[in-house]
């Protein structure tokens, strides 16, 4: 029997194909926002190592795979032509067993999300109709960048970091330091979405899907998306200053000051150097991100 024949009599999903399809390197930007969460809390965090771990294995193996199940479903005719050996329009994940993993996986996130308290639980619903209306028609915010790319960084940052702070303070609303933190890092994140899309623009103008840097042409979206990391990020450093907290203040400028040094060559070549600007300045990015989390969790503690 040939491996068109097991593909074609196949009744249920093959495991590895399962774990395939959930993507795990996608799972550290949410898993990353939500430990920046915890940090910013000022909870203690070793006394309640459980809520940590629960609120990682929410926010990466539950969360973003479900929206990358869900994705890759809705994918599929797509992917049959691009992308054949993926799971799904391989087989190896037959007949509409992708939509079910979607729904288990959503189910499961739901479940452990109302467990761990009432804003948690709301952070989760949100986000589960984000990862939806992502790919999903009729929204499918995918087609367009300036909806997808915004819908993307709240749920990979924004709500990450609230709920990693609403675990660890007994699943309550954070406080509006930290709401106005991940705010403005999901902003910065559509910047850091739109570098996505400048290795798949051939691709995006022939499926009609209207990325940036189709709708606005290369440099334009290259200077939109360094804008859009660079403002939150000033944003934040005023604000730490104004909280009194100068040291984590200089230190996110220094890493403002590098990723501008990144920008600049990025922006001399933008289609060429996205996936190299995406690699080191989304981890300066993030590491600013943890910077601002212990200033805050200074606040919150002090508080």
């Known amino acids: 029997m040939n491996q068109t024949t097991v593909i074609a009599t196949r009744t249920y999903p093959e495991p590895k ?40 294995v929410l926010a990466g193996p539950l969360m973003c795979a479900t929206s990358q199940v869900v994705n890759d479903w809705y994918d599929r005719d797509v992917d049959a032509i691009n992308e054949p050996d993926r ?9 509409r ?3 079910y993993l979607s729904l288990i996986w959503t189910l499961v996130s739901l479940a452990l999300a ?13 986000g589960m109709a984000i990862a939806w209306g992502y790919s999903a028609p009729p929204f499918r915010f995918k087609g367009n960048g300036w909806w997808g790319n915004l819908a993307a960084g709240i749920s990979y940052e924004g709500l990450a970091w609230i709920t990693g702070a609403a675990v660890m303070i007994g ?6 330091e930290i709401l106005v933190l991940a705010l403005l890092y999901s902003l910065g994140a559509h910047g850091i979405m739109t570098l996505n899309d400048f290795k798949a623009i051939e691709g995006d103008i022939q499926m ?10 290369v440099d334009k979206a290259a200077w939109w998306a360094c804008s859009v990391m660079g403002l939150p990020q000033a ?23 590098i990723q501008v040094a990144l920008m600049v060559r990025f922006l001399a070549k933008p289609v060429e150097r996205a996936v190299w600007f995406s690699g080191l300045g989304v981890t300066v990015y993030v590491t600013g991100m943890m910077i601002s989390a212990f200033a805050v969790r200074g606040l919150m503690t002090a508080g």
């Open 235 to 257: 944003v934040v450093i005023a604000l730490l200053f104004a909280w009194d907290k100068p040291t984590h203040a200089i230190a996110v400028g220094v890493v403002l000051l």
């Open 87 to 95: 799971p799904i329009p391989s087989g190896r994940i037959p007949g």
């Open 114 to 126: 109302y467990v761990l308290g009432p804003w948690v639980f709301g952070m989760a619903l949100i």
């Open 97 to 99: 067993w992708g939509l």
């Open 171 to 176: 699943g309550a609303l954070p406080g509006w």
């Open 17 to 56: 194909a399962i774990f395939e399809v959930l993507h795990p390197i996608t799972w550290f930007p949410p898993m990353w926002a939500f430990t920046c969460g915890v940090v910013s809390s000022g909870a203690p965090i070793l006394q309640q190592w459980w809520l940590l771990i629960a609120g990682i």
């Open 208 to 217: 009609g899907v209207r990325s940036l840097p189709v709708q606005l042409g």
